[in-house]
């Protein structure tokens, strides 16, 4: 019984960080972000501030705004989202791109050195997006 609760203590510990999705709420401005197609080969690259976009999120809602770095509209979105562990999915019910709408995305999310990274698929092609929390 005991080796049964430290096992429990330990996954706790484990994925303490994550096992709140309060760890997540606020605002975070995208870093960085690559998209490979699946045979690895890079499709997409958002870096040096080419690219803006910035997400609110509260305990179960998210919304997204993307912009140019001239400050031309690109992409505005929100919906409702879940994080168990280090699994976070977005669902868009908002959105103004309709190709978006009513779309799931499943991440595996991690936290390193203050910076939000999640990954996942969407339509054959690996997002990997890294967001640092505005301050």
């Known amino acids: 019984m005991k080796k049964i609760y430290a096992g ?6 484990a994925f303490g960080q994550w096992a709140n999705a309060s760890e997540l709420t606020g605002a975070w401005e995208l870093e960085y972000a690559i998209y490979k197609n699946q045979k690895g080969e890079v499709v997409g690259e958002i870096k040096d501030k080419a690219t803006l976009s910035r997400k609110v999120l509260s305990d ?5 705004i993307t912009w140019d770095k001239t400050g031309k509209f690109v992409v505005a979105g929100s919906g409702t989202y ?3 562990g280090e ?6 019910d908002a959105t103004s791109e309709a190709r978006l709408m009513g779309k799931t995305y499943d991440f595996n999310c ?23 929390r505005v301050r």
């Not at 991690?110 to 092609?125: L, N, R």
């Open 8 to 13: 429990l203590l330990v996954l706790l510990l």
């Open 60 to 64: 179960n809602h998210f919304t997204f």
């Open 82 to 84: 879940t994080l168990k």
């Open 87 to 92: 699994s976070y999915k977005e669902t868009v």
């Open 110 to 132: 991690t936290f390193k050195d203050g910076v939000w990274i999640h990954k996942g698929m969407e339509d054959g092609v690996l997002i990997e997006e890294h967001w640092r």
